[in-house]
Protein backbone atom coordinates (compact mmCIF):
# COMPACT_ATOMS: atom_id res chain seq x y z
CA UNK A 1 0.00 0.00 0.00
CA UNK A 2 1.49 3.57 -1.03
CA UNK A 3 2.10 6.08 1.95
CA UNK A 4 2.35 9.51 2.52
CA UNK A 5 5.34 8.32 4.02
CA UNK A 6 7.04 6.36 0.79
CA UNK A 7 5.65 9.22 -1.33
CA UNK A 8 7.92 11.77 0.27
CA UNK A 9 11.23 8.91 -0.28
CA UNK A 10 10.23 8.34 -4.10
CA UNK A 11 10.53 11.80 -4.27
CA UNK A 12 13.37 12.57 -2.09
CA UNK A 13 15.46 9.62 -3.92
CA UNK A 14 14.75 11.39 -7.18
CA UNK A 15 15.83 14.76 -6.27
CA UNK A 16 18.98 13.21 -4.76
CA UNK A 17 19.09 11.45 -8.15
CA UNK A 18 18.31 14.88 -10.28
CA UNK A 19 20.79 16.98 -8.53
CA UNK A 20 23.59 14.02 -8.12
CA UNK A 21 23.26 13.88 -12.22
CA UNK A 22 23.46 17.29 -12.97
CA UNK A 23 26.63 18.25 -10.60
CA UNK A 24 29.53 17.71 -12.55
CA UNK A 25 27.80 19.52 -15.88
CA UNK A 26 26.63 22.37 -13.81
CA UNK A 27 29.93 22.71 -11.97
CA UNK A 28 32.40 22.86 -15.23
CA UNK A 29 29.98 25.09 -16.66
CA UNK A 30 30.81 27.57 -13.20
CA UNK A 31 34.43 26.66 -12.90
CA UNK A 32 34.75 28.04 -17.06
CA UNK A 33 32.45 30.87 -16.59
CA UNK A 34 34.34 31.83 -13.39
CA UNK A 35 37.70 31.22 -15.38
CA UNK A 36 36.18 33.32 -18.36
CA UNK A 37 35.19 36.37 -16.83
CA UNK A 38 38.24 36.42 -14.78
CA UNK A 39 39.86 36.49 -18.43
CA UNK A 40 38.15 38.56 -19.59
CA UNK A 41 38.23 41.19 -16.35
CA UNK A 42 41.82 40.95 -16.29
CA UNK A 43 42.23 41.38 -20.58
CA UNK A 44 38.67 43.98 -20.35
CA UNK A 45 37.41 42.33 -23.38
CA UNK A 46 33.67 42.36 -23.01
CA UNK A 47 32.49 39.96 -25.63
CA UNK A 48 29.54 37.75 -24.87
CA UNK A 49 30.87 35.17 -27.48
CA UNK A 50 33.73 34.70 -25.42
CA UNK A 51 32.16 33.54 -22.15
CA UNK A 52 29.49 31.20 -24.14
CA UNK A 53 31.74 29.27 -26.50
CA UNK A 54 34.01 27.46 -23.62
CA UNK A 55 31.30 27.36 -21.41
CA UNK A 56 29.21 25.08 -24.06
CA UNK A 57 32.29 23.21 -25.09
CA UNK A 58 33.28 22.31 -21.52
CA UNK A 59 29.50 20.92 -20.85
CA UNK A 60 29.94 18.78 -23.98
CA UNK A 61 32.99 17.02 -23.01
CA UNK A 62 31.73 16.68 -19.16
CA UNK A 63 28.39 15.17 -21.11
CA UNK A 64 30.61 12.77 -23.41
CA UNK A 65 32.97 11.61 -20.22
CA UNK A 66 30.42 11.30 -17.87
CA UNK A 67 27.41 10.47 -19.66
CA UNK A 68 27.62 6.52 -18.94
CA UNK A 69 27.57 7.19 -14.94
CA UNK A 70 24.64 9.38 -15.85
CA UNK A 71 22.89 6.66 -17.70
CA UNK A 72 23.84 4.06 -15.25
CA UNK A 73 22.70 6.03 -12.12
CA UNK A 74 19.48 7.14 -13.90
CA UNK A 75 19.04 3.72 -15.09
CA UNK A 76 19.81 1.88 -11.15
CA UNK A 77 17.23 4.34 -10.09
CA UNK A 78 14.38 3.75 -12.10
CA UNK A 79 15.14 -0.23 -12.04
CA UNK A 80 14.46 -0.01 -8.08
CA UNK A 81 11.69 2.13 -8.93
CA UNK A 82 9.65 -0.06 -10.85
CA UNK A 83 10.69 -2.71 -9.47
CA UNK A 84 9.04 -1.41 -6.33
CA UNK A 85 6.20 -1.45 -7.70
CA UNK A 86 3.83 -4.80 -6.79
CA UNK A 87 4.98 -3.30 -2.76
CA UNK A 88 3.94 -0.22 -3.57
CA UNK A 89 0.22 -1.37 -5.33
CA UNK A 90 -0.18 -4.04 -1.90
Do not use: C, H
Request: proline content about 6%.
Amino acid sequence: MMTPEMVMSIGQQAMQVTLMISAPVLGVGLAVGLLVSIFQAATQINEMTLSFIPKLFAMFITLVLAGPWMIGTMLDFMRRLYGGIPGFVG
